[in-house]
């Protein structure tokens, strides 16, 4: 029994992985949430569904992907949480619900005092003191306006945390009123009427304008009554929400064919073109019907509008609904999430293992299991983004992090394929864990699956310099975090025998190798980019500093090695320092703001960085005490 | 001799310069964020020595080894270990590549370095250029049309342009005196009225414009704009007078930015007439022929003309994000014969001629109102080194990396039987 344990625990995580993988159904009864979340829309350059255009908005307002529209109560007390799909669907069709919603989070405290809000938690008054409703923003919308243009003003490297903080709201005050109008004009009462009665308004507004320009007597209640109208219609472009209306395919007027990708129109851009004779399409049409039943809270209604339309869009767009239909299932199946929960229940039994290695083989085993389905299910994610996104795994820091993270779990299944001794397992899960966790504090930022820039769109480059780059930083990692499990097993514990530690070192001997090939060939590849893109080959940039540095430090420890400057103690410090250097060409480098690839100064990261890098040091330190203090050499000595 | 042959073909030597070279690249990086990239690149990675100097920030160090003393030093040490240790066996044969190949890298890297030239091919749609212009070089071009497709171009070269230069040309009738050398200036218009003091000059553009000098820039994103005062003298020794050349008037962006900068206070009208003076051609009359006198970017002419016919900037929909940049040009060649059109865009340079054309910049010309396109044109003759380095160094390490490899795997395989 003991025996089947590795494939029990396996089986049922297997199960509960699986068990997600699946679209999300909606009660019969109800508002089809799921259905109308698969709907696919046009932003930041890309199709997507509404679910992630929900979950994207909601993480730039308040850094989670669903709502607690109860957030002054405790996490005990069951407060209502409802999912980002069913926000986006008030802040479309029933925006006056929506404005009670405490979406917008402000921490600073002088922003606070700005906007004249609570500053403390008040349960009593529906309080947290941190998410605030758009109806307790907007007396004093005025005054952010001023601050925000003034801060905008300043270059973005000079702003103070308070001048950051009023341009995150600013910008999150414009993403809250282009939501608002992505389907109807935000003052709306009962859409579906107003839109027909618009459409009864046009003929009668034309005939008035044509005769007014002529110099003839018109109609000027009608066309003042059309005016309002284009003018709503205007306000609602103006605010460059997304693009909901698909094209009519075929021809336009200028006779040129449109595919079904380009052309998607805004809502209010679409309204202003039947004003011109086109015929409202089912987009139009059906959207309104939507906003019109659900405000009234009539489910039957919206969920026949939302069949309607996806029918209407199936002829044409089937493509771009299966997308939408794909990246919806993707983003309940949260395959980075529930791999954090596999790797670290693996890394326990890894651990575990290390208490009694002769007798709990069948621990080890077990954690070998899981790691393998963690990396399925880690493969699997990557897999599903690298086809949605129709790019290599790597396309900026959020993607390289879990490609990192991908990396490591392989280089460790295969020292442990040599060794069975349950390093090659912790390493595994530490390093996944580690780099999931920096995927996820990423991911906070918004959209982690935007459209490459220009100088960027080249999946052949993507695919080579990116990525090998990107395993050499695994290596250099995966290197790194093996001494330190040699320097804290050795120092801490009696468990660095000298078999362990005699591998150990020829573990971190073989991965710098590894590391040195993959960042050099890496490094290089990225001059040959760049000198197919730019002209050089090399051009001293921050980014690619940081890449040499890691090259110059492999290549510094396999020559100390070989010269035999440094012992096995020493080829361990010098491992870790690599740790230190990978992180900075990782991240530290896009911190100066300087070069090509900078990606915008990222404080709070920076702290981290520096702390990080001051762990590593500290670790450095305690592998450099003379051996007599280590647990595991003083008992080795005494014996 | 045999103790520095030592010391020459030692490992340490290795690991000590790579310690080196680790925290020049590192403090090199952080230096770009005060010095700027052209001058945190010429004082760090292209020097012997780094010396600190006054008002430096805390990590410059009071004297450091720079970039071509480390990459010389670096390159003698692995030519020398080479000399000493070479044997030719399958163990030792991917070391040997992946350092011939290294080898190769840092003599591509010093190649490109001395003899690279990189330039700018900057015009709107229906212009045609057979030349190219620096970004960080001036000259001092004197120009007489000798008929009506041909003109004579005598261009002095930034670097002897100094206060007090003493400058002659047998193909001019005169001699240049630098008065004043400014690496960088700004131009103000001298307001009818309002001026008291005199111009610089009564000739040319001086009549309405003044200029003074401004700090140097090292910024990456601003240019130095420089200015001169120039006192020319006929061969006889007599004064011809004193003119003022200048990069803000021989530029036509550089125009179309003044004017702007001048509509927002006076008009477009007036700033249109203003810009004018500032632009208008200066003329000298000497030995019978007109010479026109410009401070221009140094150009390279081509055997052949580029014509720009059609630019696309393409954005993803509904949004600002860059998803496209192309020009559509027409070479002419006469030598060839050739009359050919291509298209450059990022990610795919055009090879020609020993030349490599990229697009660079993107933009609008506001006064025709068509597209604008800025192609970088490089000549780097040792381009093809990295390509070859680098696929030396990948196939040495990768023979060296399985060699190893297999020989781990044997060797544990006959561990495990024999236990």
């Known amino acids: 029994m003991i025996q089947r344990i590795p494939f029990l625990l396996t089986a049922i995580l297997a199960v509960w992985v699986a068990g997600s993988i699946r679209a999300p159904k909606d009660k019969p009864a109800d508002f089809a949430v799921a259905e109308w979340g698969r709907l696919p829309v046009v932003y930041n350059g890309r199709f997507q569904p509404l679910d992630s255009l929900a979950r994207n908005s909601l993480l730039q307002l308040r850094e989670k992907q669903s709502l607690n529209t109860e957030s002054w109560k405790g996490s005990f007390d069951k407060p209502k949480i409802i999912s980002a799909t069913e926000w986006l669907m008030e802040m479309t069709m029933n925006p006056k619900v929506a404005d009670t919603r405490t979406v917008f989070r402000i921490d600073h405290p002088d922003l606070k005092g700005l906007m004249k809000l609570p500053m403390d938690a008040d349960a009593s008054a529906q309080l947290d003191g941190k998410h605030f409703s758009w109806i307790q923003l907007q007396p004093r919308l005025k005054e952010l306006q001023d601050e925000a243009k003034r801060s905008a003003a300043k270059n973005e490297k000079h702003r103070n945390p308070f001048e950051k903080a009023v341009m995150?709201?600013?910008?999150?005050?414009?993403?809250?009123?282009?939501?608002?109008?992505?389907?109807?004009?935000?003052?709306?009462?009962?859409?579906?009427?107003?839109?027909?009665?618009?459409?009864?308004?046009?003929?009668?507004?034309?005939?008035?304008?044509?005769?007014?320009?002529?110099?003839?007597?018109?109609?000027?209640?009608?066309?003042?009554?059309?005016?309002?109208?284009?003018?709503?219609?205007?306000?609602?472009?103006?605010?460059?929400?997304?693009?909901?209306?698909?094209?009519?395919?075929?021809?336009?007027?200028?006779?040129?064919?449109?595919?079904?990708?380009?052309?998607?129109?805004?809502?209010?851009?679409?309204?202003?073109?039947?004003?011109?004779?086109?015929?409202?399409?089912?987009?139009?049409?059906?959207?309104?019907?939507?906003?019109?039943?659900?405000?009234?809270?009539?489910?039957?209604?919206?969920?026949?509008?939302?069949?309607?339309?996806?029918?209407?869009?199936?002829?044409?767009?089937?493509?771009?609904?299966?997308?939408?239909?794909?990246?919806?299932?993707?983003?309940?199946?949260?395959?980075?999430?529930?791999?954090?929960?596999?790797?670290?229940?693996?890394?326990?039994?890894?651990?575990?293992?290390?208490?009694?290695?002769?007798?709990?083989?069948?621990?080890?085993?077990?954690?070998?299991?899981?790691?393998?389905?963690?990396?399925?299910?880690?493969?699997?994610?990557?897999?599903?983004?690298?086809?949605?996104?129709?790019?290599?795994?790597?396309?900026?820091?959020?993607?390289?992090?879990?490609?990192?993270?991908?990396?490591?779990?392989?280089?460790?299944?295969?020292?442990?394929?040599?060794?069975?001794?349950?390093?090659?397992?912790?390493?595994?899960?530490?390093?996944?864990?580690?780099?999931?966790?920096?995927?996820?504090?990423?991911?906070?930022?918004?959209?982690?699956?935007?459209?490459?820039?220009?100088?960027?769109?080249?999946?052949?480059?993507?695919?080579?310099?990116?990525?090998?780059?990107?395993?050499?930083?695994?290596?250099?990692?995966?290197?790194?975090?093996?001494?330190?499990?040699?320097?804290?097993?050795?120092?801490?514990?009696?468990?660095?025998?000298?078999?362990?530690?005699?591998?150990?070192?020829?573990?971190?001997?073989?991965?710098?190798?590894?590391?040195?090939?993959?960042?050099?060939?890496?490094?290089?590849?990225?001059?040959?980019?760049?000198?197919?893109?730019?002209?050089?080959?090399?051009?001293?940039?921050?980014?690619?500093?940081?890449?040499?540095?890691?090259?110059?430090?492999?290549?510094?420890?396999?020559?100390?090695?070989?010269?035999?400057?440094?012992?096995?103690?020493?080829?361990?410090?010098?491992?870790?320092?690599?740790?230190?250097?990978?992180?900075?060409?990782?991240?530290?480098?896009?911190?100066?703001?300087?070069?090509?690839?900078?990606?915008?100064?990222?404080?709070?990261?920076?702290?981290?960085?520096?702390?990080?890098?001051?762990?590593?040091?500290?670790?450095?330190?305690?592998g450099s005490l003379p051996t007599q203090w280590w647990r595991s050499f003083r008992n080795a000595a005494a014996s | 001799m045999t103790y520095l042959w030592k010391i020459f073909t030692s490992l340490r030597l290795t690991v000590i310069l790579l310690g080196f070279c680790v925290v020049l690249v590192f403090l090199g990086t952080l230096a770009q964020i005060d010095e700027g990239l052209y001058g945190a690149l010429a004082r760090w990675f292209r020097s012997y020595f780094v010396l600190r100097r006054a008002g430096d920030p805390l990590y410059v160090p009071p004297i450091f080894p720079g970039g071509y003393l480390l990459g010389i030093l670096l390159l003698v040490n692995l030519t020398a270990a080479h000399i000493k240790r070479f044997k030719f066996t399958w163990r030792q044969a991917g070391i040997n590549l992946t350092h011939t190949g290294i080898i190769l890298l840092l003599l591509g890297q010093l190649i490109t370095d001395q003899f690279a030239q990189e330039s700018i091919l900057s015009f709107r749609e229906g212009e045609t250029r057979h030349f190219s212009e620096a970004t960080q070089q001036w000259e001092l071009a004197f120009v007489h049309p000798l008929d009506e497709r041909q003109e004579q171009v005598v261009a002095i070269p930034e670097a002897l342009l100094r206060d007090g230069a003493e400058l002659r040309d047998p193909k001019l009738p005169f001699t240049i005196r630098v008065r004043t050398w400014w690496i960088n200036s700004e131009p103000a218009f001298r307001a009818p009225m309002q001026q008291t003091d005199p111009p610089i000059s009564e000739n040319g553009i001086a009549k309405d414009w003044d200029f003074h000098a401004i700090p140097e820039t090292k910024k990456m994103d601003e240019r130095n704009n420089p200015?001169?005062?120039?006192?020319?003298?006929?061969?006889?020794?007599?004064?011809?007078?004193?003119?003022?050349?200048?990069?803000?008037?021989?530029?036509?962006?550089?125009?179309?930015?003044?004017?702007?900068?001048?509509?927002?206070?006076?008009?477009?009208?007036?700033?249109?007439?203003?810009?004018?003076?500032?632009?208008?051609?200066?003329?000298?009359?000497?030995?019978?022929?007109?010479?026109?006198?410009?401070?221009?970017?140094?150009?390279?002419?081509?055997?052949?003309?580029?014509?720009?016919?059609?630019?696309?900037?393409?954005?993803?929909?509904?949004?600002?994000?860059?998803?496209?940049?192309?020009?559509?040009?027409?070479?002419?060649?006469?030598?060839?014969?050739?009359?050919?059109?291509?298209?450059?865009?990022?990610?795919?340079?055009?090879?020609?001629?020993?030349?490599?054309?990229?697009?660079?910049?993107?933009?609008?010309?506001?006064?025709?109102?068509?597209?604008?396109?800025?192609?970088?044109?490089?000549?780097?003759?040792?381009?093809?080194?990295?390509?070859?380095?680098?696929?030396?160094?990948?196939i040495g390490m990768l023979w060296q990396f399985f060699y190893h490899l297999t020989g781990f795997i044997q060797k544990r395989r006959l561990t495990a039987a024999t236990a």
């Open chain 1, 168 to 622: 995150h709201l600013w910008s999150g005050v414009g993403l809250y009123m282009r939501m608002q109008n992505m389907i109807q004009p935000q003052n709306a009462q009962d859409w579906n009427a107003e839109l027909g009665h618009y459409l009864t308004t046009i003929e009668p507004g034309r005939a008035a304008a044509i005769a007014q320009n002529a110099g003839k007597e018109y109609d000027k209640q009608a066309l003042e009554e059309l005016m309002r109208d284009l003018q709503r219609f205007d306000a609602m472009t103006q605010l460059e929400p997304p693009l909901v209306v698909p094209p009519a395919v075929g021809a336009d007027h200028a006779g040129h064919t449109h595919t079904a990708d380009e052309k998607w129109q805004r809502m209010g851009e679409a309204l202003m073109q039947i004003a011109r004779g086109e015929p409202p399409g089912a987009a139009v049409n059906n959207y309104a019907r939507m906003a019109s039943a659900y405000k009234a809270g009539i489910p039957g209604a919206f969920n026949e509008a939302v069949r309607d339309f996806r029918v209407s869009l199936n002829a044409n767009y089937h493509r771009q609904l299966g997308k939408a239909g794909s990246e919806q299932v993707f983003n309940f199946y949260e395959p980075f999430y529930k791999g954090m929960v596999l790797f670290v229940i693996a890394g326990l039994c890894a651990i575990s293992f290390w208490a009694r290695p002769a007798k709990w083989e069948v621990l080890r085993r077990a954690a070998v299991w899981v790691v393998l389905l963690g990396l399925a299910v880690h493969t699997s994610g990557l897999l599903w983004r690298m086809i949605l996104e129709g790019r290599p795994p790597v396309t900026n820091l959020y993607s390289s992090a879990i490609f990192i993270g991908w990396g490591c779990i392989i280089l460790g299944l295969v020292l442990e394929a040599f060794w069975k001794n349950g390093v090659g397992v912790v390493i595994s899960c530490v390093c996944a864990f580690s780099t999931l966790l920096i995927a996820h504090h990423l991911s906070l930022a918004g959209d982690t699956m935007e459209m490459m820039r220009a100088v960027l769109d080249t999946n052949f480059w993507l695919a080579t310099h990116v990525v090998i780059i990107t395993l050499g930083y695994s290596a250099t990692f995966v290197a790194g975090f093996l001494a330190i499990l040699y320097i804290v097993r050795g120092f801490f514990t009696r468990g660095l025998d000298p078999a362990t530690a005699k591998s150990l070192g020829k573990m971190v001997y073989g991965i710098t190798c590894f590391a040195t090939l993959f960042s050099f060939v890496g490094t290089v590849l990225g001059g040959i980019w760049a000198d197919q893109s730019w002209g050089r080959f090399w051009g001293w940039d921050a980014k690619e500093n940081g890449a040499l540095i890691i090259v110059l430090w492999n290549a510094l420890i396999l020559h100390a090695r070989w010269g035999g400057l440094v012992r096995e103690r020493g080829l361990m410090n010098m491992a870790i320092f690599g740790n230190v250097v990978t992180a900075w060409s990782w991240f530290g480098v896009n911190m100066l703001g300087i070069g090509l690839h900078s990606y915008g100064f990222m404080e709070a990261a920076f702290w981290w960085l520096l702390g990080f890098a001051a762990t590593q040091v500290a670790l450095i330190a305690l």
């Open chain 2, 227 to 394: 200015t001169a005062i120039l006192e020319l003298a006929g061969a006889k020794g007599e004064v011809l007078g004193t003119w003022v050349v200048s990069a803000w008037a021989s530029d036509a962006m550089m125009i179309q930015g003044v004017r702007n900068a001048y509509a927002r206070t006076v008009g477009a009208d007036s700033a249109q007439t203003i810009a004018d003076k500032l632009g208008a051609p200066q003329e000298l009359e000497a030995g019978g022929v007109k010479w026109r006198m410009t401070l221009r970017a140094a150009r390279f002419y081509k055997p052949f003309s580029v014509t720009l016919l059609k630019t696309t900037h393409d954005t993803y929909p509904g949004s600002e994000i860059p998803k496209d940049f192309r020009s559509r040009i027409r070479i002419d060649n006469p030598d060839t014969g050739e009359k050919r059109e291509v298209e450059v865009y990022m990610n795919s340079p055009l090879r020609y001629e020993g030349l490599t054309f990229y697009q660079s910049t993107m933009g609008r010309d506001d006064v025709k109102d068509v597209g604008r396109s800025g192609l970088q044109v490089v000549k780097n003759p040792g381009w093809l080194t990295p390509y070859a380095g680098c696929i030396v160094v990948a």
